[in-house]
């Protein structure tokens, strides 16, 4: 015997929710998405045209899809015509790809997935998912949608403008010196700009203009010879003037695109050319990606960033004012690896902002083994005399104070060392276990004592039983948080271009994590 079974029997419509489990992602979706302020939907409004599709229902719906790793517009579109919680979260609806692919890349869109972070560490707050006390930085390089042969680099611009300066104003010393151009005014005397260079252009054919005039207007053979004779250089050189404008021209705009980068993808400007994790093989991956940022707590994204620097040292800082600007408060603790461990980053936390920083540096793990601490040439481990401001090395040998530096990096941020030099090196046993130093140098010994100061602050907060015990859950708090992102969510290329573009995509697959975390605890 089997259940009844026929096709053309008429059903009545039933609502779509009553079709959906209890705890389906959709609610989750849904309540998120009501949560947010009626006035962040008030710049999509438009009073010409067709009626558009309400926000919230296109952001719940590409918000579903993402949760379900369903990334492309096509497919998302194929899910409201046979996916349950889609049809319901839609009512009915069913935009195109065309207009799902045009809401998800909007400017507008931005600020909403940003109040999805709010509202949603908010709901957290509420029921005691967090406690506020800590947050986890970490970052990773994502794949851009770029094609991995497509890379401009700033050191072979630099040295191709270097080359194309030098035989411009060789070519225009030459045209001075042949009497063929008067003198120009210049604005510097180091190359030409490209008015200078169009200007220039512009004087030499002139002059090619009077030869072929002249060529014209005499029928003599020898005469006309000699002109064409005449003519071929001037000719030769305006050639060769086009060719240094469009040159000139295209290296400024590649420095313009490059800005403090050091390289960038022609398929997407805003990319930046990363060492990638290993594959499977143990090669090295060069492509172009974007660095993105997150705060984490309880394996939750509360907050994140893209960067087109691939190192994560000159992130932290950027990151920071963009928590406080746009989500939320920053806590006491700040919790991040060695890889933001510099002076100007603890500067930061400790006195800008008067917050605790849990951040190691490269040398932390290092210094806890014994071998590092019984390394006699190791100057850290060398007696040191406050009264008289010595160090004294292996050799019974003193270094005394000598003079003040002041290094600057790439960002201008400074970094003040006293320089201390050992008195007498020469003949000494230990040399050249000692130092480089050619013979006939003493050794020389940089100290930065505001660094030195940072350090003794996190290896003292990481003694401590509550601060070691907040940093220890580093791992476990945020690195999961990318595995869920690549492995489990399959998010590991970004499907559109541009970093504003970009950074939405990052903030909808972050959340579509967040909430398939969140229902999973429910």
């Known amino acids: 015997m089997f259940k009844n079974y026929i096709m053309n029997q008429i059903v009545l419509p039933l609502d779509l929710e009553v079709k959906l489990q209890k705890n389906d992602i959709a609610f989750h979706v849904h309540h ?45 579109e194929a899910l409201l015509k046979d996916s349950i919680r889609m049809m319901w979260l839609a009512q009915g609806y069913e935009p195109s790809y065309r207009t799902i692919n045009r809401f998800r890349v909007k400017p507008e869109a931005k600020e909403l997935i940003r109040e999805c972070f709010v509202q949603f560490r908010s709901q957290l707050v509420e029921e005691k998912l967090i406690d506020q006390e800590a947050i986890f930085i970490d970052g990773t390089k994502i794949e851009a949608n770029a094609n991995k042969f497509t890379f401009v680099w700033r050191k072979s611009i630099e040295k191709y403008h270097k080359g194309l300066m030098e035989k411009s104003n060789q070519l225009y010393n030459e045209l001075l010196k042949n009497e063929i151009i008067p003198e120009m ?24 203009t009077e030869y072929d005039k002249k060529i014209e207007a005499t029928s003599d053979i020898p005469e006309r010879k000699a002109l064409r004779s005449e003519r071929k250089y001037p000719k030769q050189v305006r050639k060769q003037l086009i060719d240094f404008v469009v040159r ?6 590649d420095l313009e695109t490059l800005g403090t980068r050091n390289s960038y993808s022609k398929t997407d400007t805003d990319a930046t050319f990363m060492r990638m994790k290993d594959d499977y093989m143990k090669n090295g991956q060069l492509k172009a990606g974007y660095n993105v940022q997150i705060a984490t707590e309880g394996q939750y994204t509360l907050a994140y960033g893209l960067f087109s620097n691939p190192t994560d040292t000159r992130t932290l800082i950027p990151f920071l004012d963009e928590i406080e600007q746009h989500y939320f408060e920053l806590p006491n603790h700040i919790v991040a690896d060695a890889g933001y461990g510099s002076e100007q980053n603890f500067t930061d936390i400790l006195t800008n902002r008067n917050r605790e920083a849990l951040i190691t540096y490269n040398l932390y793990l290092k210094e806890q083994k014994k071998k590092y601490k019984q390394n006699t040439f190791n100057s850290d481990n060398w007696e040191y005399d406050e009264k008289t401001d010595t160090y004294t090395c292996p050799n019974q040998k003193r270094l005394t ?84 992102l690549k492995a489990n969510l399959r998010f590991a290329r970004f499907s559109v271009r541009g970093k504003s573009k970009v950074e939405n995509e990052m903030g909808l697959a972050l959340m579509a994590v967040n909430l398939r975390k969140f229902t999973a605890n429910h």
Not at 32 to 61: D, Q, T
Not at 188 to 207: C, G, H, I, R, Y
Not at 248 to 253: C, E, R, T
């Open 185 to 208: 005014e210049r604005e510097t005397d180091e190359q030409l700009s490209v008015e200078e260079l169009a200007q220039l252009f512009q004087k030499v054919d002139e002059v090619v």
């Open 401 to 484: 104070y000598q003079y003040h530096s002041t290094r600057k990096d790439r960002t201008g941020f400074e970094r003040k060392f006293k320089i201390y030099e050992c008195e007498d090196c020469s003949g000494c046993p230990f040399r050249l276990s000692c130092t480089k130093a050619k013979e006939g140098n003493n050794r020389k010994l940089m100290v930065n004592e505001k660094w030195e100061q940072q350090k003794e602050y996190v290896r003292s907060k990481l003694s401590e039983e509550k601060t070691s015990s907040i940093y220890r859950k580093r791992k476990i708090d945020v690195e999961p948080v990318f595995g869920f």
């Open 32 to 76: 998120l998405v009501e949560s947010i302020p009626h006035e962040m939907f008030e710049p999509f409004l438009r009073n010409e045209g067709c009626p558009a599709y309400h926000p919230r229902m296109m952001l719940k719906i590409i918000l579903c899809a993402y949760t379900q790793s369903v990334f492309s517009g096509r497919k998302i």
């Open 248 to 253: 000139k021209q295209k290296y400024q705009h």
